[in-house]
């Protein structure tokens, strides 16, 4: 940790921090690659370059290959007295036991799968909303992703509840923890704040966050989409009430999923249908849920059960828990690799700005979710470039509202942002660092000479 008088708490635990060697070898990372059947698309005669993960990651063969089986065999309704739909529910109930290990729940009635966080979260925002009024308070965070403000806002108009917001030092885009203290008080009922930013990689300090919000009475809501295909999960060690995340931004279909404490989870009336179970996690999982997406989320896990035995130093006989740790482990350590490079290739791009945590030293501060601006160009335009190159990148706000608009960016564009996954090559990063060069460049050379 950097002597750095800006540097946050520790931000562990997250799980278990045992050293993990990661995906160091080429021929680890070749055999890693081997199993994305995207990461073979080509642009030209170069391999297609997904830095786009922030939006979305790539899926291994065992997700593809399970939802094509559920298809194939098991496709049905829930709770039918016949094969088919009693394979689906098995399915199901797998995948919810699989989905709590990967989170360290203590079981699987503390999950719940929804569409995607966002919907999962206005769910839960609107059930608290029974249970407030006038001047109750929620904190939110200007570093966080909308989803994670809008459906508490959406409570200051129909409920009257007061929303007090905590700040961004600008400097290292990490949250003001002295601005949150002052805004945790008496009348807090929830503070909601993200495990990692999805736009610069900052990784927040959920125990001591978590450890003050309780200390007021409060409750808290995790947003874990960023984080969670990049660290390993532990939501008893954080003692979180709430945490949600996105099974298609850590290598799964398209889904949301949803961790509460039991009691928590018990105590909160849901919108459901009449019918509805009214325990949980069933009474948060609202209409006929996608089997097909359920059980490609079992392929994902089943890869990254191997991901933690190959890499991860798992042995067969481990837990999935187990497995499912060493893998994110191993994940961690690869991808504090790549970070280094990152930080060095960028930093030699002429002319590009980077935000965030910019310290080597503090690299345990963030992910490698890397977002800058360049002189002379819009994020736009530099997005639309690198897509020429066969680099996919996102511009504009990723929907952290709110960041970009505390640091002055909203009205130019926003920013670019870079995102590596465990699966991104060291060679990605060369090829991406040129490519910026020449558009520097040609930038440089195209622009007047000043008088």
Same mark, same amino acid.
């Given at each position: ?35 994305? &059947? ?16 922030? %939006? ?26 016949? =094969? ?49 009024? =006038? ?18 806002? =959406? ?49 927040? &300090?959920?125990? *001591?966050?978590?450890?003050?919000? @309780? ?10 989409? @960023? ?62 849920? &996608?089997?097909?997406?359920?059980? %490609? ?82 994020? *736009? ?8 190159? !066969? ?13 970009? +608009?505390?640091? !002055?960016? =909203? ?5 670019? +942002?870079?995102?590596?996954? @465990? ?29």
């Amino acid at each position: 940790m950097s002597s750095d008088s800006n540097a946050q708490p520790r931000t562990q635990p997250l799980a278990d921090r045992g050293a993990a060697a990661g995906i160091s070898s080429g021929e680890a990372l070749s055999t890693v690659r081997a199993e994305f &059947p995207a990461l073979s698309r080509r642009h030209g005669g170069e391999t297609y370059s997904y830095l786009d993960g922030p %939006g979305g990651t790539q899926v291994p063969r065992r997700t593809i290959a399970a939802m094509t089986d559920y298809l194939e065999r098991s496709n049905a309704n829930h709770e039918g007295a016949f =094969a088919t739909s009693e394979e689906s529910d098995a399915i199901l109930a797998e995948a919810h036991a699989a989905a709590a290990d990967f989170l360290g729940a203590s079981g699987p009635d503390e999950v719940a799968f929804g569409q995607n966080m966002t919907t999962l979260t206005f769910a839960v925002s609107r059930a608290l909303g029974r249970t407030l009024r =006038a001047g109750d308070e929620v904190v939110v965070t200007r570093l966080d992703h909308d989803a994670n403000v809008a459906p508490w806002l =959406a409570l200051e108009e129909e409920r009257g509840v007061t929303v007090r917001w905590v700040g961004v030092r600008a400097a290292d885009c990490t949250l003001d923890l002295d601005d949150l203290e002052r805004s945790v008080g008496p009348r807090t009922r929830l503070v909601a704040v993200g495990l990692a930013s999805n736009a610069v990689g900052t990784i927040n &300090p959920i125990p *001591h966050i978590v450890e003050m919000a @309780h200390a007021a009475g409060a409750w808290t809501y995790v947003d874990a989409v @960023h984080a969670a295909p990049h660290l390993p999960i532990d939501v008893a060690a954080l003692d979180t009430d709430f945490l949600v995340c996105s099974p298609y931004k850590f290598f799964g279909p398209h889904l949301g999923l949803l961790y509460g404490k039991r009691e928590r989870l018990e105590q909160l009336a849901a919108y459901k249908v009449r019918p509805a179970p009214s325990e949980p996690p069933g009474k948060w999982e609202t209409g006929t849920l &996608p089997g097909e997406a359920i059980a %490609g989320l079992l392929g994902t896990f089943d890869y990254l059960s191997w991901l933690g035995r190959e890499f991860g130093g798992a042995d067969e006989s481990a837990t999935r828990r187990a497995t499912l740790v060493a893998a994110m482990r191993a994940v961690r350590a690869t991808e504090l690799g790549l970070a280094r490079d990152a930080l060095t290739a960028l930093g030699d791009v002429p002319g590009l700005v980077l935000r965030g945590i910019v310290d080597p030293a503090r690299l345990d501060e963030r992910v490698p979710t890397f977002a800058f601006t360049m002189a002379g160009l819009t994020p *736009h335009e530099i997005a639309a470039e690198l897509g020429k190159h !066969g680099i996919a990148v996102w511009d504009g706000d990723y929907y952290a509202y709110e960041l970009i +608009r505390a640091l !002055g960016l =909203a009205e130019s564009g926003g920013l670019v +942002r870079v995102g590596l996954v @465990h699966y991104n090559e060291p060679a990605e990063i060369e090829r991406l660092a040129q490519a910026l060069r020449e558009i520097a460049g040609r930038t440089a050379a195209s622009s007047p000479p000043r008088a």
